[in-house]
C-alpha cells in the first residue's frame, strides 16, 4: 500500500513523496528511509525498491530531495549534499511521528551521490540501525578526478570562480546540464551511461526530471567527502552495493572503503554498471538490500 506524504524540513522547506506499507501489517513496521541520487527524482525506480521492501514485511518512506521533483525549495535544481544530509535526518524524524513506524528500527537505504550520505548518516545519527549503500559515492574530489580530465580542470575552476561573484552581485546562479550525449561537453555526469539513462527514464518513468543542475551543485560534489566517515558506521550493521563496471561513482573507491568500515558489515559485487543497479541487475541489488534489512531491523 502506498500514500502520499510530505513533512517540513528543520528549515521549513515541505519536502514530498510516500509512504509504503506492508500489506499485511500487525503492529510498528521496521522503516526504510530513502531518497535518490545525483539530480533524480522518486520515480526513478525507487517505487521498485520500496515495493520489494514492503513484499517482505518492511515499511518505506520515499521522498525528492530539495529542489527536486515534487519537493519544495529554492534555488531549483541545486544539490546540496550537508543539507540532503540534514533533510534525511529530519525524514527519520517525521517518521517517529506516524502510526506505523517503529522508531526503534529505522534503516537507511541510499543510492549513488546519495550513496556516501548513507556513511554519514549511519555514522552520525543512532537512530540508523541498519544502513544499505547502493553504488555509493565515497569521495567527491577523487571521483571528480576520475570524470573530468585533466586539461579541463583550470576552465572548471574559472567557472567556479565567476558564478561566485556573480551570485554575489545578486545575479541567478549558472546552470550545468546533468548529462550531454557528447561525453566531451560540458555536463555534470560525463559519461556515456549516463547520458543513456537519464534520458530514456527521464522519458519512460519521470518527466519531472530536468536535465540541467546549478554550477555550484558541482562545485559543492568535489569538496563532499563522506567517504571519511565509513569507519564510524560500526557497531550499526553496514551493507555495500557495489558494481563491478562502476565508473561513474567508481568501483575501486567503493571497495577501498569497504575494507576501512569495520563489523557488522557485508558487500555484495554486481556484474554491471552504474545504473544498471536500477533495472538489468535490480534483482541482484534488491534482493540482499531486502535481506540485510529484514536480518537486522525484523
Keep these: 500500500m502506498r500514500k502520499d506524504i510530505d513533512f517540513k524540513t528543520q528549515d521549513g522547506l515541505t519536502l514530498k513523496g510516500w509512504h509504503y506499507l506492508p500489506d499485511r501489517l500487525s503492529g510498528k513496521a521496521p522503516t526504510i528511509v530513502m531518497a535518490h541520487g545525483f539530480s533524480a527524482v522518486k520515480e526513478m525506480y525507487l517505487d521498485k525498491f520500496a515495493e520489494a521492501f514492503a513484499a517482505a514485511g518492511l515499511a518505506a518512506l520515499v521522498f525528492d530531495n530539495r529542489n527536486f521533483g515534487a519537493s519544495g525549495g529554492e534555488p531549483r535544481q541545486e544539490i546540496d549534499p550537508w543539507r540532503q544530509v540534514s ?9 517517529e511521528t506516524l502510526p506505523e513506524p517503529d522508531a526503534a528500527r529505522i534503516g537507511i537505504w541510499v543510492s549513488s551521490y546519495r550513496g556516501g550520505h548513507v556513511l554519514v548518516v549511519g555514522a552520525i ?6 544502513v544499505v549503500g547502493q553504488v555509493p559515492l565515497i569521495s567527491g574530489h577523487r571521483n571528480a578526478r576520475r570524470l573530468i580530465r585533466a586539461d579541463f580542470w583550470a576552465g572548471l575552476n574559472g567557472m567556479f570562480e565567476d558564478d561566485r561573484r556573480n551570485r554575489y552581485a545578486g545575479k541567478p546562479p549558472a546552470m550545468i546540464p546533468v548529462v550531454a550525449e557528447n561525453p566531451a561537453a560540458p555536463s555534470a555526469l560525463p559519461t556515456a551511461d549516463s547520458w543513456a539513462w537519464f534520458t530514456e527514464t527521464g522519458k519512460t518513468r519521470a518527466p519531472s526530471w530536468r536535465n540541467e543542475v546549478t554550477l555550484r551543485s558541482v562545485e559543492m560534489f568535489t569538496e563532499y567527502e563522506p567517504g571519511a566517515y565509513v569507519g564510524y558506521i560500526s557497531p550499526t550493521p553496514l551493507l555495500l552495493v557495489v558494481a563491478q563496471g562502476d565508473h561513474l561513482t567508481v568501483a575501486d573507491e567503493a571497495l577501498a572503503a569497504y575494507e576501512r568500515a569495520l563489523e557488522p558489515k557485508k558487500l555484495e559485487i554486481l556484474a554491471g554498471g552504474h545504473f544498471d543497479a536500477y533495472v538489468k541487475d535490480f534483482e541482484a541489488a534488491a534482493v540482499p538490500a531486502r535481506d540485510w534489512f529484514v536480518a537486522h531491523l525484523k
Aim: glycine residues 0%; aromatic residues 6%.
Design 87 to 95: 533533510d534525511s535526518r529530519d525524514a527519520i524524524t517525521f517518521s
Design 125 to 130: 545519527d543512532r537512530r540508523v540501525k541498519c
